[in-house]
């Protein structure tokens, strides 16, 4: 099992200005604005995938490493299951996504998960790739 993590950047303030892609890069570059909260505002939500067994050094479970745990429920679409790591409504973006993958037989032979990201409710997803190949 794989461990997935998704932030996303949701849009709060329906009346404010539009959020752009420009202006989230120049708010990032600019590091008096890194220490206000964004105007127009807007909420940085996370989900992952890790295995919450592993919750204390002092306790049972401590080296699980059963990572693809923490979802929130699976479905199944097309005849496959598939895990729900996040679920958010409204406007927003995805800014960073992260999953390990694995060595098979070298460099060239990377495997990982498959990553499916379905919007507004429907059973076709938008983004459907190998993780490896989505990120090169």
């Keep these: 099992m794989l461990p997935l ?8 303030d329906l009346h404010a200005q539009k959020i752009t892609m420009t202006g989230l890069l120049k708010e990032m570059d600019d590091r008096a604005r890194l220490a206000r909260f964004p105007l127009p505002a807007y909420a940085a939500l996370q989900a992952s995938s890790y295995n919450r067994e592993s919750a ?4 049972p479970g401590w080296f699980a490493d059963g990572d693809g745990t923490g979802f929130i429920r699976t479905e199944t679409i097309a005849g ?3 895990w729900v ?5 409204g406007p927003g973006a995805l800014t960073r996504l992260w999953a390990p993958y694995f060595f098979t037989g070298g460099l060239d032979d990377l495997e990982g998960p498959e990553i499916r990201i379905y919007l507004d409710g429907s059973n076709i997803p938008v983004i459907h790739e190998n993780f490896f190949k989505l990120i090169t």
């Design 56 to 59: 204390a050094r002092d306790a």
């Design 80 to 82: 496959k299951q598939e």
């Design 85 to 89: 790591v996040m679920e958010q409504q």
């Design 5 to 12: 993590v998704l932030l996303i950047s949701a849009h709060i």
